[in-house]
Every structure is written in structure tokens, then in C-alpha cells.
């Protein structure tokens, strides 16, 4: 007896190792288009993923193939095992998902319309107890015999969670969860987020970066179909880059600021930022490794008569990263 209950406690932890999600070679074409381009990501039992991209890089392709909506042109995609091309029902059966615009129904309470959701899963956990468990999760007790579209913003944005949650699917997906709420409700509901995390697989798109910052343990950042970063969040800018790299506020003509930096020895890059101060002009100068190059950028000032109106050390905050990122891809 000694023997088999050890076995089915190392099944169990083999088991808690397993990944919810397996995305291995993901291509999606549409026609000459290439939305997705060789995506391969693995997320943990247990892990919240921020994933991230501009606007047209791929991120919902990926994510409409992996909650079941999209085919695949190749590679393949599993959810707790689970192929969701082979067996879509069985693949979503393990989903909770929550779109942008919560998928409610204003004409019903909040109880009629989860007991309507309880039935259109197929869900088999007793029905009181659960949804009494699911409306505890997301604090929505109170409000469950008023009609949805008497609910603030935030509520509404809790029923669309409490949707999502039927079921107790392993993995959870919200898209743009915060949008349109204040910042008392946007702290609300991250605060759920890691709530949430405690129990279930957890991936957020978002394009709100300090959101990501908050909540997620690893970020994924797409761009033009590509992963560019798969970092742990607060290894993310070492990911990125090693080397130095300082904003210059310069008062001279642009194209020769810009083009007497590039040239200066130790400049890996030097970019044109959109902020100006009257006539000077913002550079971002990002030094090669081990190299530091003030005095070299003072000493090219002072003979060309630029006057320094500012220089600051460009740290390693989200934005910065997402920017680089991007711009390192085009």
C-alpha cells in the first residue's frame, strides 16, 4: 500500500510539471501572408503570461488558434495535453476565456445568465456549490439577482471572468481585461488576476505594459509573427540587451546629429526619438559592450558648437524593452 501510494505521488508531480501549453512550430498563412511564422511557446502549470506585440504582429492569430477558433496552417497546439486540432471539444472543455468585450447577455441576471453558461459548457460539477465558488472567486455574491445591464463596467468585467471560470478549466485567457475600467477597478481586477494564478494557468494580452509589469511572472513578445522575447519578466532586459545606452537632448540640425553619432567609434546604435524641445532634438545612443561613450559624444558636441541640453541613462522599464524589441525586428 506503502509502494502505490508513492507512485501516485510522483504521478502527481509529474503531472504538476506537465505543461498547460504546448505550441510547437505554429504556422498561419493567409494566402501570400504569413501571420505566424515557426511559434513555438510552452507555459507552465500554474504560470501567469503577459503576451505582448504591436498592433498586427500575429498575437491574436495565436491566440484564436489555441482557444479553437483559427486551424493551424502547420505545427500544432496542445491544451493540458491535448491536441485542439485533433480534439477541439475536448480542448476547449479546458479553456476559460474572456474577450475584450465580455460575452454577457444584458437582459438576464447575473445568476440566469451563469447557470445559462453552466449549461451550454456541459459542466458536471454540482451547480449550486460551483457557481457559489465561482462568484466567490471574482467578490460578485452581491450583485447575482441584479439584471447585467444595471452593472458597472467593472462588474460586468467580473461576470465575463465568472463565465470563464465554469467549468474550473486549467487554463484561463483574458484579453484586454482592464480596458475602459478606472484605476480603482484596474487594481481590482489585477489583484484577481494573481488570485487567480494561485490555481490556474493564466495568459493575458494586453496592450497596457505596466499591467503586464504588475501581474505576469514571463513575458512573451510577438512581432511580425515571430517571438522576439520569452523572458522571465524581470530578466527580460538583460534579455534584450547588455550594453549601455543614454538619451541625449542635442541642439542641432537633425540628420547631422544623427549621423555623427552612427559614426562615432563605440556607438552600437544611434536613433531619432519622437520628443523635442524647441529646436533640439531627442537621440537614443546605445553603446557597444564595455564601451562608454560620453566624452566621446561631449568632445563631438563641444567642436561642432551642439549645446547638451540633457542626458539621462535609458533604464530598463518596459516601454524601453517593448520599443527596442520592435525596432531591433524591422
Same mark, same amino acid.
Given at each position: 500500500m506503502k509502494d502505490k501510494g508513492k507512485k501516485e505521488q510522483s504521478a502527481q508531480q509529474r503531472s504538476d510539471k506537465t505543461p498547460v501549453i504546448v505550441i510547437e512550430h505554429l504556422v498561419k498563412r493567409y494566402g501570400p501572408l504569413t501571420a505566424l511564422d515557426d511559434v513555438s511557446i510552452e507555459v507552465g502549470r500554474g504560470e501567469i503570461v503577459g503576451l505582448l506585440g504591436p498592433n498586427g504582429a500575429g498575437k491574436s492569430t495565436a491566440m484564436n488558434i489555441l482557444t479553437g477558433y483559427l486551424s493551424a496552417s502547420g505545427g500544432r497546439v496542445l491544451v493540458d495535453g491535448v491536441d485542439v486540432l485533433l480534439s477541439?471539444?475536448?480542448?476547449?472543455?479546458?479553456?476559460?476565456?474572456?474577450?475584450?468585450?465580455p460575452p454577457v447577455y444584458p437582459d438576464m441576471t447575473v445568476d440566469e445568465y451563469l447557470a445559462f453558461v453552466y449549461q451550454l459548457k456541459g459542466c458536471t460539477l454540482p451547480r449550486e456549490q460551483h457557481l457559489d465558488d465561482v462568484c466567490k472567486a471574482?467578490?460578485?455574491?452581491?450583485?447575482?439577482?441584479?439584471?447585467?445591464?444595471?452593472l458597472s463596467k467593472g462588474y460586468r468585467q467580473r461576470v465575463g471572468m465568472a463565465q470563464a471560470l465554469?467549468?474550473?478549466? @486549467?487554463?484561463?485567457?483574458? =484579453?484586454?481585461? #482592464? %480596458?475602459?475600467?478606472?484605476?480603482?477597478?484596474i487594481i481590482e481586477v489585477r489583484n484577481l488576476l494573481r488570485t487567480l494564478g494561485r490555481r490556474h494557468t493564466v495568459i493575458l494580452s494586453t496592450h497596457i505594459l505596466s499591467e503586464v509589469q504588475a501581474v505576469c511572472e514571463r513575458i512573451v513578445v510577438i512581432d511580425r509573427g515571430r517571438v522576439v522575447a520569452n523572458e522571465r519578466t524581470?530578466?527580460?532586459g538583460r534579455a534584450v540587451s547588455e550594453h549601455a545606452a543614454y538619451r541625449y537632448r542635442i541642439l542641432g540640425p537633425e540628420r547631422e546629429v544623427v549621423s555623427e553619432l552612427r559614426a562615432r567609434h563605440g556607438v552600437a546604435r544611434?536613433?531619432?526619438? @519622437?520628443?523635442?524641445?524647441? =529646436?533640439?532634438? #531627442? %537621440?537614443?545612443?546605445?553603446?557597444?559592450?564595455?564601451v562608454d561613450v560620453r566624452r566621446a559624444v561631449f568632445s563631438l558636441c563641444a567642436s561642432k558648437g551642439w549645446p547638451i541640453l540633457?542626458?539621462?541613462?535609458?533604464?530598463?522599464?518596459?516601454?524601453?524593452?517593448?520599443l527596442r524589441l520592435v525596432s531591433q525586428e524591422k
Open positions: 477541439p471539444i475536448e480542448a476547449k472543455r479546458k479553456i476559460g476565456y474572456l474577450p475584450e468585450q471574482v467578490r460578485i455574491t452581491e450583485v447575482r439577482s441584479r439584471l447585467i445591464r444595471n465554469i467549468g474550473d478549466p @486549467p487554463l484561463l485567457i483574458f =484579453d484586454e481585461p #482592464t %480596458v475602459g475600467l478606472d484605476p480603482k477597478q524581470e530578466d527580460l544611434a536613433e531619432l526619438l @519622437p520628443e523635442r524641445e524647441g =529646436d533640439a532634438v #531627442t %537621440v537614443l545612443v546605445e553603446c557597444e559592450r564595455g540633457g542626458l539621462s541613462p535609458v533604464g530598463a522599464d518596459l516601454e524601453d524593452i517593448f
